[in-house]
């Protein structure tokens, strides 16, 4: 889902730093790879935006989509990369809602070969950063709108800035690796009370 992989975009470093793949174009770039058949998805074609371009505004982006994220799992202990930038929650809205807007009015289409009939927009532009963007603010849209939205978590991992979509209700961390760092960090701190 485009919104969570791009909230993705930010982790920990293991070392009590952050690691951004957004913070230069080759990074940028392989997140645009990766992400291209979700984008075609959601714009019905692709989108081709420069990494140089795009990289910037997707960080802004990531921003708004991290906030709201925040406010589903409150009062889960919110991962720093929120700590570190909270936006008012007026501001977030309105910012989201102006990136997808750029896609414009939801049109129902319908192929002749096809069995059921799909969204299609008719955007007001055709700047390919804006597209791209579109496209990720319309996934978050529709993710914090759906069934999916219950199953969002933030990982309570120590230093871990992850949120994931809980695949069972006994899953409590993002990935094992930061289950096994915690069940460490536990069995140390009840073995060595006084450090
Ligand atoms: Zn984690």
């Given amino acids: 889902m485009l919104a969570l992989e791009l909230a993705a975009t930010v982790r920990h470093?293991?070392?009590?730093?952050?690691?951004?793949?957004?913070?230069?174009?080759?990074?940028?770039?392989?997140?645009?790879?990766?992400?291209?058949?979700?984008?075609?998805?959601?714009?019905?074609?692709?989108?081709t935006p420069s990494p140089s371009a795009a990289g910037p505004v997707l960080i802004d982006l990531r921003v708004v989509v991290r906030n709201l994220f925040a406010r589903v799992v409150r009062p889960a202990p919110l991962p720093r990369a929120?700590?570190?930038?909270?936006?008012?929650?007026?501001?977030?809205l309105r910012r989201l809602n102006r990136t997808a807007d750029y896609l414009g009015t939801p049109q129902l289409s319908w192929l002749d070969d096809a069995t059921t009939p799909t969204i299609a927009w008719s955007p007001r532009g055709a700047d390919p950063v804006r597209l791209l963007t579109g496209?990720?603010?319309?996934?978050?849209i529709d993710f914090l709108t759906g069934p999916d939205l219950v199953r969002l978590r933030a990982c309570p991992a120590a230093r871990c800035v992850r949120y994931f979509l809980?695949?069972?209700?006994r899953q409590t961390w993002c990935s094992p690796t930061c289950g096994n760092r915690e069940r460490v960090n536990?069995?140390?701190?009840?073995?060595?009370?006084?450090?």
């Avoid at 929120?82 to 977030?92: G, K, S």
């Avoid at 809980?166 to 209700?169: C, E, L, V």
Wanted: aromatic fraction near 4%; proline fraction near 9%.
């Fill in 166 to 169: 809980q695949a069972d209700p």
């Fill in 186 to 195: 536990r069995h140390y701190r009840k073995s060595n009370p006084l450090t």
């Fill in 82 to 92: 929120e700590v570190a930038a909270p936006l008012d929650p007026d501001a977030a």
């Fill in 135 to 140: 496209a990720v603010a319309r996934s978050a």
């Fill in 13 to 47: 470093d293991g070392h009590g730093g952050l690691l951004d793949t957004l913070a230069d174009d080759a990074g940028v770039q392989a997140w645009l790879e990766r992400t291209a058949p979700s984008v075609a998805e959601v714009l019905g074609g692709p989108a």
